[in-house]
């Protein structure tokens, strides 16, 4: 039995759990991004003026049907 495929099969190895390496600290980072993107206080922050503007026209628009249960036509 020689050493050669031995050697050979070691390389393979060293070379798969190199990519098996790579592909973990990728799949990390997109992880991680994906987490910093989906943040809902980023969210809220970047995005205040329209959540605002829809809070405002929901509160309105409930408050003109509560009233309106109220008021008599």
Do not use: C, W
């Amino acid at each position: 039995m020689s050493t050669a495929p031995i050697e050979n099969l070691e390389l393979q190895a060293l070379q798969q759990r190199n990519r098996l390496h790579k592909n973990a600290d990728e799949l990390r980072a997109k992880i991680e991004a994906t987490r910093e993107k989906l943040r809902i206080k980023k969210q809220a922050r970047e995005h205040f003026a329209a959540a605002s503007v829809l809070v405002s026209l929901i509160g309105l628009g409930l408050g003109y049907g509560v009233a309106g249960l109220f008021t008599r036509r």
